[in-house]
Nanobody
Framework: QVQLVESGGGLVQPGGSLRLSCAASGFTFSRKYMSWYRQAPGKERELVAFISSNGDSTNYADSVKGRFTISRDNAKNTVYLQMNSLKPEDTALYYC???????WGQGTQVTVSS
């Protein structure tokens, strides 16, 4: 019954921006920490950011700190990842996750290239 559906990925030039969305259902969204992970080909899955249940606490990987912002709208059961100043090394499949759980979305592809 738990569903996480990512959207917003695409092809963007270096220095550009994208906003990813994750629409959640099947659980009490407002009680859960949420996280974004990414996985590039040949690399391990990497925690990008997470956010507390009410949105008052966030954490970021050093590689994205200052460029990415995680946020959530509990009224819409949606978590977002605003990605600015994108670099080619940000290219990956981005996944939404109920923090520390077995529940994942299907992923949305982000490609940063000229």
């Amino acid at each position: 019954q738990v569903q996480l559906v990512e959207s917003g990925g695409g092809l963007v030039q270096p220095g550009g921006s994208l906003r990813l969305s994750c629409a959640a259902s099947g659980f009490t969204f407002s009680r859960k920490y949420m996280s974004w992970y990414r996985q590039a080909p040949g690399k391990e899955r990497e925690l990008v950011a997470f956010i507390s249940s009410n949105g008052d606490s966030t954490n970021y990987a050093d590689s994205v700190k200052g460029r990415f912002t995680i946020s959530r709208d509990n009224a819409k059961n949606t978590v977002y990842l605003q990605m600015n100043s994108l670099k080619p090394e940000d290219t990956a499949l981005y996944y939404c996750n109920i923090m520390s759980s077995r529940y994942w979305g299907q992923g949305t592809q982000v490609t940063v290239s000229s």
